[in-house]
């Protein structure tokens, strides 16, 4: 079992950064693939970014590529989400998640089996 605690939302002006943090209990949070999503008032939550839990490569969504970095840190059990560069449409409650489903792309909400409770993050312009 995993469990998953965001943390870091805010409020930020337009071309600001944030820095979104996941906290995983469980000692196989390491094994597992991690992503972010997010979901803005009235829209479905979409992908952001993952992380492949062995080799560490990375995906993003179009619209944050180039602007938002995942990485994370084995050893703490952490997700961390850099996000640069923001703009108002990023506005949303992020999601941490974990998971190991085969078969399912990075972006594919079927993928992962464990999701934190969200952390807003506000863009003003």
């Known amino acids: 079992q995993v469990h998953l605690v965001e943390s870091g939302g805010g409020l930020v002006q337009a071309g600001g950064s944030l820095r979104l943090s996941c906290a995983a209990s469980?000692?196989?949070?390491?094994?597992?693939?991690k992503g972010w999503f997010r979901q803005a008032p009235g829209k479905e939550r979409e992908f952001v970014a993952a992380?492949?839990?062995?080799?560490?490569?990375?995906y993003y969504a179009d619209s944050v590529k180039g602007r938002f970095t995942i990485s994370r840190d084995n050893a703490k059990n952490m997700v961390y989400l850099q996000m640069n560069d923001l703009k108002p449409e990023d506005t949303a409650i992020y999601y941490c998640?974990?998971?190991?489903?085969?078969?399912?792309?990075?972006?594919?909400?079927?993928?992962?089996?464990?999701w934190g409770q969200g952390t807003q993050v506000t863009v003003s312009s």
């Open positions: 998640a974990a998971g190991r489903a085969s078969g399912t792309t990075w972006s594919s909400m079927n993928k992962y089996n464990y």
């Open positions: 992380i492949n839990w062995s080799a560490g490569s990375t």
């Open positions: 469980g000692r196989t949070f390491s094994i597992y693939d």
